[in-house]
Every structure is written in C-alpha cells, then in structure tokens.
C-alpha cells in the first residue's frame, strides 16, 4: 500500500531529519506535500533509509498485476525496467519492440528526420512537443535509408497530414518500416521523470492482438544491458565504400548536386547524417564514404584532402576498440580532420582523453553553445548521451566550445595539427543553422595544408 508524504517524512524522523538525510530545504517538502508525491531523483535513498518498496512512495509506478486488462481504449504501452506502465493509443507496426533507452527530445519541427537519425540507434524517442505527425511523411527528409530509433512516445493522436509536401501519413511510414509509436502519454511526466532520475531502460509493445504480458515486458527491460560499453557504429555504418555529391535542400528544385569540386573529403561513417554529407559537398567536397571499422591505410589509401568523422550511437569507449587506431593513424599522417558528435569523442579518446555517460544526454534544438576563443553563442542542435571529461584532455588539447546548460563539452581542438571537432551539429536537420560556418573552417583547413 502506498505511504503519504507526511508518513515518508514522520519515517525519517520529522521534516529536519528528513530534509538533512535527503539534502533538500525545508520548501521541497512542502512541495511534495503539496503535490503528495516525491521526485524520482530521491527514490534510491528512501528506499534505503525506509525500506519501503518502490511501489509504496508517493508518486512512484505501481508494477502492472499480471492479469490486469489495460485501460479502456489502449492499444500500446511504454513499460519501464521499474515495473512502470505508460498506456495509450498505438500506431505504427503492430510490434513487441526491442529493449531500449527511453530518452527524450525537445526539438519542435523534424520529427522525421529525428527519427532517422542513425544516433538514436538503440533509444526509443519521446518527443515533448505534443504535435508530432501533423506534416505527415516525404521521401526527401530523411537522414538516413533506415529507422534507427526502436520506437516513440507522443502526447497528441497523429493526425491526417497537412503540408504540401507530405506523400504518406506518420502513421503508413512507420508501419512500412516496422517501427511502434504509442500516443496519449502524458510525456511532461515522463520527460521530468528521465530529467530527476536519468535515461531508463524501457520496451514499446503495440500488439496486433491486443494482449500484454507486463511481466514479461518488464523482465526484458531490465535484462537490457544499457548504452554503456555497447558499439552500435557498426550496426548503422555502410558496409561498402560510396560516392557522394548531392548539396542541400533548396527552393524550388530540391537537392542539388556537386559539379566543380574542389577537394576530396572521405567521411568515416559512424552512422553519418545525409545532411553532413550534403554541407560537405556544399561546401564544394567531393564525398568518399568509408564504414567505421576502416583502417588508417583503407582510409588514406583514397588520398583524401581532408578525413571527415561522424556522428554515431552507442558508447564511444566501445567503438574506439577500432576506430582510435585508424583516427591516431590519420593524425599521423598529417591529414586535416574534423569530426562531429561521436567523431569529436572519438578524436578526443585519439587524443589521450576520456568519455563518460550522462545522465540524460543533450538532445533537441535549443541548445546553446558558446565558443571560448570568441564569446559567441549558438543555438545548436545536439543528440548525444555520452560526453567528453575535460579534465582527462591532455596537454596540447584546447577546449574550444562549451554547452551553457550543463557546463560539459562542446568542442576541442589539437594544438599543432590540424584536428578540430565539435559534439553539437552544425549541418542541424532539423535546428538551427548557426554552425555551417564549421564546414568553411574545414575548407580552410584543407587549403591551407594544400
């Protein structure tokens, strides 16, 4: 049976011993009188000052009973690795969903190119915009040939679309594609809930019968073994080496394509967006593609201008197993390079440096970034959950770029080589596009060494 707040607090001896024992004032446990519930963020000690179970905290989850129905109406739930349940309305492919991350994503336009994006491999997104779907689908927004994400979480119901480019609904798209969504889930809860206690393990179930086994779902959650030590590069990487020359998005025509070239840029593909390979060729680089587990050799063996790293999912310390031999090698070789989101952890672990988990990751489009050198700030758009520890950088390694919501990381740079990278995007798609002069950086560099 669930205990009050008043009975958590008499428990630990009165509101001094408790506000002492949990380190929080007096105003958060009127707060939580208030709302007769106590943040996620605090559940671990309760527990273990109380002894109370999860499910007797104020505001915690109720495990699902295994022979209860869901509610009138449901036809998906999120289940979490704490036994909790998510109902809604599923759409999408009528699917078990793999285990995954249950992140969230504050972006408000680009739903479909979010979800394409080959860094959200492993994750299942939950969107806090409350309209996701309204614009429909089109074969042009896409940043990558696949669906990365395991699924996604929406307040709102999908509509029909409404916007002259759409060809398919969200609804059709996704069923093609084999990818659940659940919609009608309070998502400022659980987004507060990822925010206080951290990116839980969780499975999207949208069944064609109808029928939940909430046990079963629970177990697989929390048997998931989580983002950390686990290489998911190879799984979205190319497997074959490709050309690339197509430019970015205009109007009226659409994508264009690259006829002058001027350097020759090989891009290492750790689950690289379209939208980078376009502002390269914008930029006027003819693009080689290479997979991630490319050699040194494999990569200069193409005489490249200028070695390009990109963004990826999964635990960077994993995927260095490779890919630092082959970045150390290029360094070696005296070849400007830069690299974006796992690229600039992956330089950095080069480098002699660190990587680390975050609670929650940066993920969305209003993030602000500040460049150290010059003092400007940009809005930026970001999807990592892993971060580089500036205090592991060697000497010879120049922090460049930090984020002002949180103080971790955004960019270095390797004194006397020319090495830069950055954990933001500045090709966006979606976002802000305050950062395309980066590309013209890179230019510059490969002039420069030519």
Request: proline share 7%.
């Amino acid at each position: 049976m669930m205990v009050t707040v008043d009975g958590v607090i008499d428990r630990l001896g009165g509101p001094e011993a408790a506000a002492r024992r949990l380190g929080v004032g007096t105003e958060a446990l009127r707060k939580w009188r208030q709302n007769g519930a106590i943040p996620p963020r605090h559940w671990p000690a309760l527990i273990g000052a109380t002894g109370l179970a999860l499910g007797e905290l104020p505001g915690a989850p109720r495990e699902q009973a295994a022979d209860e129905l869901p509610p009138p109406g449901a036809t998906a739930c999120l289940v979490l690795a704490d036994g909790s349940v998510f109902w809604g309305r599923g759409f999408g492919a009528n699917v078990i969903g793999t285990p995954a991350e249950v992140c969230f994503n504050t972006g408000m336009t680009g739903y479909q190119e979010t979800l394409t994006d080959p860094s959200y491999a492993g994750q299942i997104i939950t969107f806090t915009f409350p309209h996701i779907g309204n614009v429909g689908s089109n074969p042009e927004d896409v940043e990558a040939t696949a669906i990365a994400a395991r699924g996604l979480v929406v307040k709102a119901d999908v509509t029909e679309p409404s916007n002259w480019r759409a060809t398919q609904p969200l609804d059709a798209w996704l069923r093609a594609r084999g990818v659940a969504g659940v919609a009608g889930v309070d998502t400022r809860a659980l987004t507060v809930r990822i925010r206080d206690g951290g990116a839980p393990n969780g499975v999207l179930a949208h069944p064609a019968d109808g029928r939940f086994d909430i046990p079963a779902l629970v177990a697989a959650a929390r048997g998931w073994p989580g983002l950390e030590g686990m290489d998911l590069a190879r799984e979205v990487s190319c497997t074959q080496t490709y050309a690339w020359d197509q430019t970015a998005w205009a109007w009226p025509g659409g994508y264009g394509r690259l006829d002058a070239p001027r350097h020759h840029v090989v891009a290492v593909d750790y689950g690289a967006k379209h939208n980078i390979l376009r502002c390269l060729a914008a930029a006027g680089c003819r693009v080689t593609v290479v997979p991630a587990t490319s050699s040194a050799e494999a990569i200069l063996r193409h005489a490249p201008d200028g070695v390009f790293l990109s963004n990826g999912p999964g635990d960077p310390a994993a995927t260095g197993a490779y890919a630092v031999p082959a970045i150390r090698g290029v360094l070696a070789a005296g070849k400007p390079l830069f690299g974006i989101c796992l690229g600039h952890q992956l330089l950095a672990l080069a480098l002699g440096g660190r990587t680390f988990k975050m609670a929650r990751g940066h993920r969305g489009a209003n993030q602000p970034v500040q460049d150290l050198r010059t003092g400007r700030v940009a809005i930026t758009s970001q999807n990592h959950g892993f971060a580089v520890d500036e205090a592991s950088l060697p000497e010879g390694v120049v922090v460049t770029h930090r984020s002002l919501f949180d103080g971790t990381n955004e960019g270095l740079a390797a004194e006397g080589q020319r090495a830069f990278s950055v954990q933001y995007h500045p090709e966006a798609s979606p976002g802000p596009s305050d950062s395309h002069d980066l590309f013209r950086r890179f230019v510059a560099m490969m002039e420069a060494a030519a």
